[in-house]
């Protein structure tokens, strides 16, 4: 790995050119990774992989007329000073506030890289085309604002908002919401059962957990391979099968853990406001996130609860 300072004006013009044609490349994968749901936004990419397209074309054609047609391959892994950047295709599905973020950390990065390499050159051309990129570089925040107001109408950014919504309900609200609800509801029978057989904190406390974890790693080892997300757009089936299986976890975890406490009367008592509280959790999340009205949320996760609760209650006191 080099020092940027050891490198020459050969080298330096040769690594912009690298640069340009990388930044040319991540848009073209940004264009293409949101065009399915944010057609807009992926228009605005592509306007700017056209512009990264035209600086490299201008400092090849200058790198050609000063050093000649070899262009050594130098890449920003090195040299030293570059942010490792993820690789997109890590990164699906694309998250457009993720996505702009990035874009415009990869446009400071780059008028760093211009300025810094424009002061070190002494060949007058070459210094008035680094510092014109790093002009362009630090005008391109505006060309993007003007692109998404020449390409994001306000039609089609509340669209784009209301898409990305869906998307975020769909791969990662509702497998949440589905392993909240099992791991707080189901697991609500053994516990109390368990709890009122044996007057025993620590015992139930033991059978709750292995209930949550056990019902974490059963609903989330459901939900990865129900489908593979292709047809359905709910995302990565191991992403939703890790969100589904935490979230069930956690969810009967949160009324084990008060059995942690040695007085069996005070554990029960803790472990009753919990329950109290995980479902009206549940019902809020229903009501924000699936439109489900606030009575009809509260009553369904309610009778739920309840039901299931008693029966380990019958079960424990028989």
């Keep these: 790995m080099r020092n940027f300072d050891d490198l020459s004006e050969r080298e330096m013009l040769a690594l912009a050119i690298e640069l340009e044609e990388e930044d040319e490349r991540v848009y073209a994968d940004y264009a293409e990774g949101l065009r399915e749901d944010f057609p807009a936004s992926a228009a605005v990419f592509d ?3 056209e512009e990264e397209s035209g600086h490299r074309r201008r400092l090849i054609e200058l790198y050609q007329k000063k050093f000649g047609t070899h262009i050594p391959l130098i890449r920003r892994q090195d040299v030293r000073g570059f942010v490792q950047r993820r690789p997109v295709w890590l990164i699906r599905p694309l998250r457009l506030e993720e996505v702009r973020k990035q874009a415009s950390t990869m446009e400071v990065e780059s008028r760093q890289f211009y300025l810094r390499a424009a002061a070190r050159t002494s060949d007058a051309g070459i210094r008035q085309l680094l510092d014109d990129l790093a002009q362009e570089e630090y005008s391109h925040e505006n060309r993007a604002e003007e692109l998404e107001r020449k390409l994001l109408p306000p039609g089609a950014k509340q669209a784009e908002d209301e898409a990305r919504r869906r998307l975020f309900v769909l791969q990662i609200v509702q497998p949440g919401l589905a392993g909240l609800m099992d791991g707080s509801v189901s697991t609500l ?13 620590w015992a139930a406390f033991v059978v709750g957990l292995a209930a949550s974890l056990g019902a974490g790693i059963s609903m989330g080892f459901a939900e990865a391979l129900s489908d593979d997300g292709s047809l359905t757009g709910r995302g990565h089936p191991w992403m939703r099968g890790a969100i589904t299986g935490v979230m069930t976890a956690l969810g009967g975890v949160g009324h084990t853990l008060p059995f942690l406490v040695p007085d069996f009367r005070v554990a029960m008592a803790v472990a009753i406001i919990v329950v109290v509280i995980e479902l009206a959790v549940i019902s809020w999340i229903r009501h924000r996130y699936m439109e489900t009205p606030v009575w009809s949320a509260a009553m369904q ?11 380990g209650v019958l079960i424990g006191s028989s």
């Design 47 to 49: 306007g700017m992989r």
């Design 189 to 201: 029978a053994p516990v109390f059962a368990a709890a009122l057989a044996t007057k025993n904190s």
């Design 301 to 311: 996760v309610g009778l739920g609860g309840a039901l299931v609760f008693l029966t």
